[in-house]
């Protein structure tokens, strides 16, 4: 399979290149012990930091590269050419979702504490959003901060946290005032009184990718802790979902890709009926069929990053992108894993771990339902 389009240029290729060789000399040989502990090494993620991979998106006086979205969808999909999905959300939770909060909203005392040492991998960062009863209803979480004289006090429970228990550095939103959207985020760092990991969540797939409860009882931060502006939290929030979108579409036709490629290479190698399964029609057919979907979701994938350089609304567009994507990556690896028979079905093969890890690509950053609702009401 080729995928070569107008994006592939010199540049891009060489940090594919770059991302290409640190999968392939510092994940792949080693990720399935990081299943079995449930986190990525912090030295592996400092690594990574060293590299320069950390600041893509960010100023360069702090260690970044200043590049834009297109750059910083080509370090999401070349990322996501890893077979072990938890190592992949580690990182883009770190760079695309979670860090993206201090780079548009901090003020520059913030940005000069923490941000040199979270492009260099030393700070390791979450944004705690989700709660038990509030995950793409944004407005519909409970935590609440109160002001204190020159303190703000948290309250609330954080649910699906990913790296919420390694996290160094967490984004915290909460309700500031009585309206739904009267939301503003906070900057709370690990050891912070009051707030301590409640439990670290067992999940079907990402297993190398630490998932947790948080819990803020009475934790008091400094009012310097108040990330951008009180009471608009809800709207940067909605801000930074675009870029989280846009790297989760990367991420599912990532696993596409891999998928396809692993499933043509056992195709044509597996006997049966009296011949490799390359030969039988259908098999060749469906696999050709999911192909040209991943190079058309991919070219619309790169579309909305192009939208977003060129300041338009990407809103409805990556809430497609998000949908689609989603949806698509369950059916590619699906049939892929069919189509690898028993086998497909064996732990520790790289078909059923991206099967495991491809089914949250629909439910994660946004439901497919949800998505599509903030498609159908921008018409």
């Known amino acids: 399979m080729s995928n070569a389009s107008i994006y592939d240029t010199p540049e891009y290729e060489a940090l594919r290149d770059q991302i290409g060789r640190f999968i392939a000399k510092e994940v792949e040989p080693h990720a399935a012990a990081w299943e079995e502990s449930g986190c990525v090494p912090r030295e592996v993620l400092q690594r990574m930091g060293q590299a320069g991979l950390f600041g893509l998106m960010y100023e360069e006086k702090y260690g970044g590269a200043d590049s834009d979205a297109m750059t910083n969808l080509v370090f999401a999909e070349a990322l996501s050419q890893s077979t072990f999905a938890g190592f992949i959300i580690t990182v883009l939770v770190h760079t695309d979702m979670a860090?993206?909060?201090?780079?548009?909203?901090?003020?520059?005392?913030?940005?000069?504490?923490?941000?040199?040492?979270?492009?260099?991998?030393?700070?390791?960062?979450?944004?705690?959003?989700?709660?038990?009863?509030?995950?793409?209803?944004?407005?519909?979480?409970?935590?609440?901060?109160?002001?204190?004289?020159?303190?703000?006090?948290?309250?609330?429970?954080?649910?699906?946290?990913?790296?919420?228990v390694h996290a160094d550095l967490y984004f915290v939103a909460a309700k500031t005032g009585p309206g739904k959207r009267d939301i503003s985020m906070f900057i709370v760092e690990k050891g912070t009184p009051g707030f301590t990991v409640g439990r670290a969540l067992k999940k079907t797939g990402w297993l190398s990718s630490d998932t947790a409860e948080l819990i803020f009882d009475n934790v008091r931060i400094p009012a310097w802790n108040l990330l951008g502006e009180e009471g608009k939290g809800f709207y940067s929030v909605m801000k930074n979902f675009q870029t989280e979108r846009i790297a989760l579409g990367a991420m599912a036709v990532g696993h596409c890709q891999q998928a396809l490629k692993l499933t043509l290479d056992h195709v044509r190698q597996r006997q049966a009926f009296g011949g490799p399964l390359w030969d039988q029609q259908v098999i060749r057919q469906r696999l050709a069929m999911l192909d040209a979907k991943t190079r058309a979701a991919r070219a619309f994938m790169y579309h909305c990053a192009w939208r977003v350089t060129q300041g338009h609304d990407i809103v409805q567009d990556v809430s497609m992108l998000k949908a689609l994507t989603g949806e698509l990556v369950n059916e590619v690896v699906q049939t892929c894993q069919q189509f690898h028979g028993g086998m497909g079905f064996i732990r520790e093969t790289a078909i059923e771990r991206l099967w495991r890890d491809a089914r949250v690509l629909a439910i994660g950053g946004g439901a497919t339902e949800v998505m599509l609702e903030e498609v159908a009401k921008r018409y």
């Not at 519909?140 to 954080?158: F, P």
């Open 99 to 164: 860090s993206p909060h201090l780079h548009h909203a901090g003020n520059v005392a913030q940005k000069d504490k923490y941000m040199k040492k979270v492009i260099a991998g030393e700070l390791i960062t979450a944004v705690g959003i989700t709660e038990p009863g509030a995950g793409s209803d944004v407005a519909g979480i409970r935590s609440t901060a109160k002001r204190d004289g020159d303190e703000w006090v948290l309250n609330g429970t954080k649910m699906f946290i990913t790296n919420g």
